[in-house]
Nanobody, 126 residues
Framework: QVQVVESGGGSVQSGGSLRLSCVGS????????LGWFRRAPGREREGLVA???????TYVESVKGRFTISQDIPKNTIYLQMNSLKPEDTAIYYC????????????????????WGQGTQVTVSS
């Protein structure tokens, strides 16, 4: 059974940092495109960043320079380091896995991913 489970969410003040983790079972970072998404209140789910098995990363412009994705393949875990957080980063953050050995050009589209975590809440106060 495939599962991805996020953790690490919480509440921080504007300018603060958080690190999210996503652990996979039944899915290996070596065989999947892994992405981080978020859904803010009243908004559509948004793709933020993806990492391919080879380690290539792709970011959406709004988080580039502030968020960093990394992977630990032996631990089957990816991380999202979030710095300089802003109130508009408040959202539920999701990890997703797509059965590719690369990340497609449509990596930011939800339909590309086969497995989703339950989400972890991030709240940034001003």
């Amino acid at each position: 059974q495939v599962q991805v489970v996020e953790s690490g969410g919480g509440s921080v003040q504007s300018g603060g940092s958080l690190r999210l983790s996503c652990v996979g079972s039944g899915v290996t970072a070596a065989n999947y495109c892994l992405g981080w998404f978020r859904r803010a209140p009243g908004r559509e789910r948004e793709g933020l960043v993806a990492i391919a098995p080879a380690g290539t990363t792709t970011y959406v412009e709004s988080v580039k320079g502030r968020f960093t994705i990394s992977q630990d393949i032996p631990k089957n875990t990816i991380y999202l380091q979030m710095n300089s957080l802003k109130p508009e980063d408040t959202a539920i953050y999701y990890c997703a896995a797509g059965r590719f050995d690369y990340c497609p050009g449509s990596w930011s589209q939800s339909f590309e991913y086969n497995y989703w975590g339950q989400g972890t809440q991030v709240t940034v106060s001003s």
